[in-house]
Nanobody
Framework: VDVVEFGGGSVQAGGSLTLSCEASGTTRDFRCMAWFRQISGAGREKVGS?????????EDPAMGRWTISRNNDNGKDILTLQMSSLKIEDTAMYYC???????????????WGKGIQVTVFS
């Protein structure tokens, strides 16, 4: 499975950013697509996930501020994370990962993108 993230960058607190993730390859290996983030010195924290069938979950950091969506474009599944009301503490490296199930934590996922940086400044 190839997993590639797009978007990211720097934004002022209160602003918005959109992250996209493209997955291609063996489709059962990206039935679940998820966003994680890693703040410097900490472990990877799940932000949200979505099954191909449509079931979506957002975790505490994203609840009420961000939305997650998914579509298929020419054989690639694209997971989009729309982030708004960004806070300085949202600054992190954001990773996309895929697996059969969204149920487990980061240690369960085998397919990862390289990550993209999101920086929120005051």
């Amino acid at each position: 499975v190839d997993v590639v993230e797009f978007g990211g960058g720097s934004v002022q607190a209160g602003g918005s950013l959109t992250l996209s993730c493209e997955a291609s390859g063996t489709t059962r290996d990206f039935r679940c697509m998820a966003w994680f983030r890693q703040i410097s010195g900490a472990g990877r924290e799940k932000v949200g996930s979505m099954y191909r069938e449509g079931k979506t979950e957002l975790e505490d950091p994203a609840m009420g501020r961000w939305t997650i969506s998914r579509n298929n474009d020419n054989g690639k599944d694209i997971l989009t994370l729309q982030m708004s009301s960004l806070k300085i503490e949202d600054t992190a490296m954001y990773y996309c990962a895929t697996e059969w199930s969204c149920f487990y934590g980061s240690e369960y996922y085998h397919n990862w993108g390289k990550g993209i940086q999101v920086t929120v400044f005051s």
